[in-house]
């Protein structure tokens, strides 16, 4: 192979890359911003295109998920629990990304299916490990990224509560569910809420540095 073509073919497959690793962005963002609309069949649609595309995608800078886990989400989001169950065991088999959140939504699959014992499991699981992410998140990084998160303590609150009603076994499971889903749209919605609230911390950082006197 002469040097010419070698770099011809280097560059065709550098560019193939980036072709392909913009499209699967498009289409997940797409999705994203379709399942944060209430838009799930249109989410499911784009999510499978960018699993088919690149199934190893991850998706998030402090929170980083894998697009199975969206996929599972949005299965579950359109009725479709045992398509979202699916989903969501292959995003944790993947062990990509943090999996809290799959987990949640797995044990909400489990449990709308009718496996309650399992549902409850993975449920629990998943509350405890978000808030065990967000203590860690928030105290490990405190003086940077980390402050933006759940400042207030809304979603650590919100777990607390239930983690308390789930130890006393007298489960409401209506409620449970319905917590459940807040705490997984919940947690999605902090992480737009925390890169806009370093933003703007950042530019007035910047402005207040700008050497005028």
């Not at 709308?112 to 105290?139: A, F, P, Q, V």
């Not at 007298?170 to 809420?193: F, P, T």
């Not at 703007?200 to 005028?212: F, I, L, T, V």
């Amino acid at each position: 192979m002469t040097t010419r073509l070698w770099l011809v073919l280097l560059c065709g497959s550098v560019l193939w890359s980036a072709c392909t690793s913009m499209r699967v962005g498009g289409e997940f963002q797409a999705g994203r911003q379709a399942l944060l609309r209430g838009n799930n069949e249109v989410a499911v649609a784009y999510f499978r295109s960018a699993a088919q595309i690149d199934p190893n995608y991850i998706y998030g800078t402090a929170l980083r998920q894998n697009v199975w886990s969206y996929l599972g989400r949005a299965e579950y989001a359109a009725g479709r629990f045992s398509e979202a169950r699916t989903a969501l065991q292959k995003s944790l088999l993947l062990e990509q990304g943090n999996q809290d959140v799959a987990r949640l939504y797995l044990g909400l699959a489990m449990t709308r299916n009718g496996d309650r014992e399992r549902g409850l499991r993975e449920i629990e699981s998943g509350m405890k490990g978000i808030h065990e992410w967000l203590e860690y998140i928030t105290e490990a990084h405190r003086f940077s990224f980390g402050q933006f998160w759940d400042p207030r303590r809304e979603i650590r609150s919100a777990i607390e509560s239930e983690l308390a009603m789930l130890s006393s076994k007298d489960i409401d499971w209506q409620k449970l569910i319905a917590n459940a889903e807040w705490l997984g749209k919940r947690v999605e919605e902090e992480s737009d809420l925390a890169r806009q609230d370093e933003r703007r911390a950042h530019d007035r950082d910047s402005e207040g540095n700008d050497g005028r006197p």
